[in-house]
């Protein structure tokens, strides 16, 4: 790709620039590490939307490592409630103690790299936005506008990388990575991507072709196996009894309904409150509501007009949702 291409996208970036909380206009000091960590966190597998006022409500309660670091942990998860991929949420608690234990962030990629839950993206995405590091970053949407760019139907990573490597400017890396990301989520889009709008489509082979969402092709979709469970409805005087789940595995310390295992056995016989269906990333989970008398020892009850404040994920606020929702049915 030439280099007034490159101009011409960071040009792009100036004058179409998504205003974020997290992010600094270009050509203005970088913003600080802590919110650049926390919210390429937040982002992964998570969209911008759903992501913004999560992220301002989270730094606001923790406004920097060291405070988020201090925090009880079930109070961060809690607060992570409905963001999904709870794995990210022990990780950051991890990581925030094992930065503010050192004194702040380590300021390059490598070093980066070794902190809990910080992967290869997210290294370089602190290293280059928050650090000036001219490192190589690479997600979703830059796989794409780069596989485009060269006309690619199934580029290696090793493609992807060296090609970026080679567009990326010394001086601005974080400027560029942030503008090419930007140009994924809002013209390079998987599906009726915005071409006429595109800084770089005189440079770019799929928009030559005519058929720029071919690139690149599509991958096949892997059937998920399917998990049963039953969670336990156990309610008293206005208020349900909710358990909090093993610190390791799925949803781990997150607040839930009692309940065993997930398995994929057939359904136990009986008449359930409720059933939902639930997708995560590697198999789908088919969970029966049941009512039950045996309340476990260990948790809390929680009353059902204070809901909101019992920090659930997805999974169990839908599971109580759909009885009530079933309930006033009934009643009406």
């Known amino acids: 790709m030439r280099a007034n291409a490159t101009e011409r996208l960071l040009q792009h970036y100036v004058d179409k620039l998504r205003s974020l909380p997290w992010r600094a206009p270009p050509g203005s000091p970088p913003p600080p590490p802590y919110l650049v960590w926390l919210s390429e966190v937040m982002l992964q597998q998570t969209t911008v939307?759903?992501?913004?006022?999560?992220?301002?409500?989270?730094?606001?309660?923790?406004?920097?490592?060291?405070?988020?670091?201090?925090?009880?942990?079930?109070?961060?998860?809690?607060?992570?409630?409905?963001?999904?991929?709870?794995?990210?949420?022990?990780?950051?608690?991890?990581?925030?103690?094992?930065?503010?234990?050192?004194?702040g962030f380590p300021t390059t990629e490598a070093a980066l790299r070794k902190l809990p839950g910080v992967g290869d993206y997210t290294a370089a995405a602190i290293a280059s936005i928050a650090f000036g590091e001219p490192a190589v970053v690479v997600d979703s949407n830059v796989e794409r506008v780069t596989a485009r760019l060269?006309?690619?139907?199934?580029?290696?990573?090793?493609?992807?990388?060296?090609?970026?490597?080679?567009m990326t400017p010394s001086d601005c890396a974080g400027d560029f990575a942030q503008a090419m990301m930007d140009l994924g989520a809002t013209v390079c889009r998987p599906r009726n991507p915005l071409c006429g709008r595109c800084p770089l489509n005189q440079d770019c082979a799929a928009f030559a072709s005519g058929s720029p969402e071919l690139f690149p092709a599509a991958k096949a979709r892997r059937e998920r196996p399917v998990r049963r469970g039953i969670a336990h409805w156990i309610e008293r005087d206005g208020a349900i009894r909710l358990v909090r789940r093993p610190s390791k595995g799925l949803l781990g310390g997150m607040a839930a309904l009692p309940g065993g295992e997930w398995t994929s056995d057939a359904r136990p016989a009986g008449v359930a409150l409720a059933r939902i269906r639930h997708v995560f990333t590697h198999f789908a989970l088919e969970l029966d509501i049941a009512a039950s008398d045996h309340a476990p020892a260990e948790g809390w009850w929680q009353p059902l007009e204070c809901i909101d404040e019992a920090g659930l994920p997805t999974l169990y606020r839908r599971a109580i949702d759909e009885v009530l929702q079933t309930r006033k049915k009934l009643a009406a």
């Open 49 to 103: 939307a759903a992501v913004t006022p999560r992220f301002e409500r989270f730094v606001q309660r923790w406004p920097t490592v060291e405070a988020l670091a201090a925090a009880v942990d079930e109070e961060v998860l809690s607060e992570w409630a409905g963001l999904g991929y709870y794995a990210r949420a022990r990780n950051l608690i991890a990581c925030a103690r094992e930065v503010a234990a050192r004194g």
């Open 150 to 166: 060269r006309g690619l139907e199934q580029p290696t990573k090793k493609e992807i990388r060296e090609t970026v490597a080679a």
